[in-house]
């Protein structure tokens, strides 16, 4: 049976319990498909106070994530099990998407480190992190989100988690565009209705239809898509 462990490593590690207790993610522990483990940077913190933080070097707002924590974590468990990626999320990265989610949901075992405070001092990014990814260009208050963004759109991909597998392969990024629109009963709503062809049984030209669909869509809303098609990678 495919499946994944991710250790994720927070100063809050609290907050992944909901999202862990409901959901895919709780649906691809129950299959025995995902096994997370979350650790508190909190546990290798610095004197009485546990600390993970400090003021920056050169001076300027903020606080940056200290190294000795870090290392200390990270060594820790690499020591117990050999991980295939560090992951850091964070938005001066390139961009995540549906090609990376494919490639990590391939892989064993991963290790997401969520950054907090400014920001995590520069020799933990040179030297123990080996990918990073920013989901947006946006700033949020730390990678928790962002770790739980790319475990979702990961989790998803392994043979066995959602109910169709197949549905997987169709959705929007993996054939390089942007999802057709669908359509559900009642055929008619409010004097709209449901476009013909896909009423008429006919497979090929409803497969036509969205294909033409797909493309328009992409042309409307991501003009800047590749067209480049990553289902490929989901295999």
Avoid at 160 to 169: F, Q, R
Wanted: hydrophobic fraction near 40%; charged fraction near 25%; aromatic fraction near 8%.
């Amino acid at each position: 049976m495919d499946s994944i462990r991710i250790d994720v490593i927070s100063v809050i590690p609290g907050f992944f319990d909901s999202a862990l207790e409901t959901g895919l993610l709780a649906i691809a522990r129950k299959k025995g498909h995902l096994e997370v483990h979350v650790h508190n940077l909190h546990d290798d913190g610095l004197g009485s106070y546990h600390a993970v933080d400090d003021a920056p070097f050169g001076g300027g707002a903020g606080m940056v994530l200290r190294p000795e924590p870090v290392f200390a974590c990270i060594e820790r468990l690499q020591a117990e099990r050999e991980y295939d990626a560090v992951i850091f999320p964070t938005p001066d990265a390139v961009r995540f998407d549906q090609k990376a989610a494919n490639r990590l949901s391939r892989m064993k075992n991963l290790i997401i480190l969520c950054g907090h405070y400014k920001a995590l001092d520069e020799r933990v990014r040179r030297t123990l992190v080996s990918m990073e990814f920013s989901v947006g260009d946006v700033v949020v208050s730390g990678g928790e989100i962002p770790a739980l963004f790319l475990m979702d759109a990961v989790v998803r991909l392994i043979p066995g988690v959602l109910g169709d597998g197949e549905s997987a392969l169709t959705d929007s990024f993996q054939g390089g565009m942007l999802d057709c629109a669908w359509y559900t009963r009642p055929p008619e709503f409010r004097g709209m209705k449901v476009p013909d062809v896909l009423l008429s049984g006919h497979h090929a030209k409803i497969e036509q239809w969205r294909e033409q669909s797909a493309s328009q869509r992409t042309r409307e809303k991501r003009p800047d898509l590749s067209g480049e098609d990553v289902s490929e990678d989901f295999e």
